[in-house]
């Protein structure tokens, strides 16, 4: 009966371990708020073409954004790129457009567009992208990280992880 009781105590132990690491994983993967003032200081920063020009985000306000945060030695934004690429293609005449955010070095990014180039302007945070992207909801700073902004300026949908085929089709609704 005492054998019975460890096995049953232990088998509940487990699922509570297991449950709590499922949510454990569900919120760090789960956007946040976006802190106070975030959207704005978005919209008032410029950032760097790999190139070095300057890219002010002020004139990008009034029409759909889809901004990703990537960079180059993570395999699921790699992965993402010719997806989001297709997007932009497809949307572009609708009005939308996209930025990809490299969290990354310079040289790295340019060789990277060498071998895949891509239709879409793509502009450099370097490292401070992360905290860029944890005001913006993605609490751990992880990639890759995609940001939707309506044509008001506002955020209206985030994305930590991967971005699917679903997700850009129900994103193409929403502005």
């Given at each position: ?8 105590l ?27 003032g975030?959207?704005?200081?978005f ?22 954004l ?25 949307q572009s ?24 180039p891509?239709?879409?302007?793509v ?14 909801g ?6 890759p990280?995609?940001v ?11 994305k ?15 502005a």
């Open positions: 009966m005492k054998l019975q009781r460890r096995h049953m232990g088998a509940g132990v487990a699922v509570a371990a297991a449950g709590a690491g499922v949510w454990w994983a569900e919120r760090r993967l789960r956007p946040q708020p976006v802190l106070d975030a959207e704005a200081t919209w008032q920063s410029s950032f760097d073409s790999p190139e070095g020009k300057p890219l002010a985000m002020a004139p990008w306000r009034g029409r759909p889809l901004v990703n945060f990537w960079a180059t030695w993570c395999p699921p934004c790699i992965e993402e790129l010719p997806l989001l690429n297709a997007f932009h293609r497809e005449p609708r009005g939308w457009q996209l930025l990809g955010l490299a969290v990354d070095r310079v040289d790295a990014v340019q060789t990277f567009l060498k071998k895949l891509i239709d879409f302007p502009a450099m945070t370097g490292f401070a992208g992360a905290d860029l992207s944890r005001s913006l993605n609490p751990s700073g992880g990639l990280f995609t939707v902004f309506g044509p008001e300026g506002a955020v209206i949908h985030r930590i992880g991967q971005v699917k085929p679903d997700d850009l089709a129900q994103w193409a609704q929403l």
